[in-house]
């Protein structure tokens, strides 16, 4: 059974972790979205996005809390049999108070390695419909790799606001995070 914690409980709880841990979050989110489609329609014109401001992306995945980046490429250099030389750059944004958690401008957020995407779906939030990701692929914008790592298999270290977050399972706990 889940344990709901308020949004200071959660930042003691990641805070007093010790080590690198593996967890599961769920984050909903509001996806960036082009306000016209990347593709134009038969005649060229411009495709307004009939979605834009009114999806939420709900993705369930697996991670690491309290990674090391610098590490973790190193690490993927050496199973790739690559020199273990990446020095990672300042962070562009934020202050970290522990590994995982970054403040930026009064709001916290959670740094994490991704290890595994589950599930994600988009939601219609004028109907609560459920959206094929086939449907959005033209108004999202394409992902950006890391061009820096020297990896074959990138390292994706993501942050997220910890406002998005709505369950987090690790060290034995599971959490339903209030929604602040």
């Given amino acids: 059974m889940a344990t709901k914690m308020t949004r200071q409980q959660v930042i003691n709880f990641i805070t007093n972790l010790k080590g690198a841990k593996p967890a599961t979050i769920v984050i909903e989110t509001r996806p960036k979205m082009n306000k016209f489609a990347r593709t134009p329609d038969e005649n060229g014109n411009k495709m307004p996005n009939p979605y834009l401001d009114n999806i939420v992306k709900r993705t369930r995945c697996n991670v690491f809390l309290n990674v ?30 522990s590994p995982s958690l970054v403040v930026n401008e009064g709001r916290y957020y959670l740094q994490y390695k991704l290890e595994k995407r589950f599930e994600s779906e988009y939601i219609d939030v004028r109907n609560g419909e459920v959206i094929p990701a086939s449907r959005l692929y033209d108004y999202l914008p394409p992902r950006k790799k890391s061009n820096t790592q020297g990896t074959d298999k990138e390292i994706i270290i993501n942050t997220v606001k910890l406002e998005n977050i709505t369950h987090i399972n690790t060290d034995g706990q599971e959490i339903e995070v209030e929604r602040f």
């Fill in 68 to 97: 090391n980046y610098e590490n973790s490429v190193n690490r993927q250099r050496g199973r790739e049999d690559k020199e273990q030389t990446f020095e990672s750059q300042q962070r562009a944004w934020g202050t970290h108070v």
